[in-house]
């Protein structure tokens, strides 16, 4: 019997400057950084989950006329077993500079050159499709 596939939607944010990405770092999920956002709870549409993840991981706000939907990118999580993640990106802009929140230990920028180590197979993605379309270097 196989197992189930487990799938997973989150909502991101790529905040771009310096045509690099920001990028944070959950203390549970090791040296791997992932886009700023999450997981929608009950009743949330994108614009208002990724609202809440913002303030809640960086302590800022997005700037909401800034907003452009740039695409869906999917990839398996790391460490676990038949479980993906879709993430709808978002392109914007922050209303000031980011902080971590409890829940985040490090927020960096990134280019295309970010270290294997700090990839998701969903984030490998993201800055691959970045570069091609030439937001990031």
């Known amino acids: 019997m196989s197992a189930q596939t487990i799938e997973l939607k ?3 944010l790529a905040v771009i400057k310096d045509r690099k990405m920001l990028m944070v770092r959950n ?3 090791g040296d791997a950084f992932s886009t700023l956002g999450g997981k929608f709870e009950a ?3 994108d614009m208002a989950c990724l609202k809440r993840e913002v303030k809640e991981e960086a302590d800022t706000e997005v700037v909401s006329d800034s907003l452009e939907f740039l695409g869906e ?3 398996a999580i790391l460490g676990r077993e038949n479980t993906f993640i879709t993430i709808r990106l978002y392109k ?6 980011p902080v971590p929140s409890s ?3 490090e927020i ?3 280019d295309s050159n970010i270290p294997q180590k700090h ?3 969903a984030s490998e993605q993201i800055f691959a499709w970045l570069k091609t379309h030439d937001y990031i270097d």
């Open 119 to 121: 990839l998701t197979p």
């Open 43 to 45: 009743g949330e549409d």
């Open 73 to 75: 990118f999917r990839g």
């Open 10 to 12: 989150k909502v991101g």
């Open 108 to 110: 960096r920028y990134f």
């Open 27 to 29: 203390a549970k999920h």
């Open 92 to 97: 914007g802009d922050l209303v000031s500079e």
């Open 103 to 105: 829940e985040i230990v």
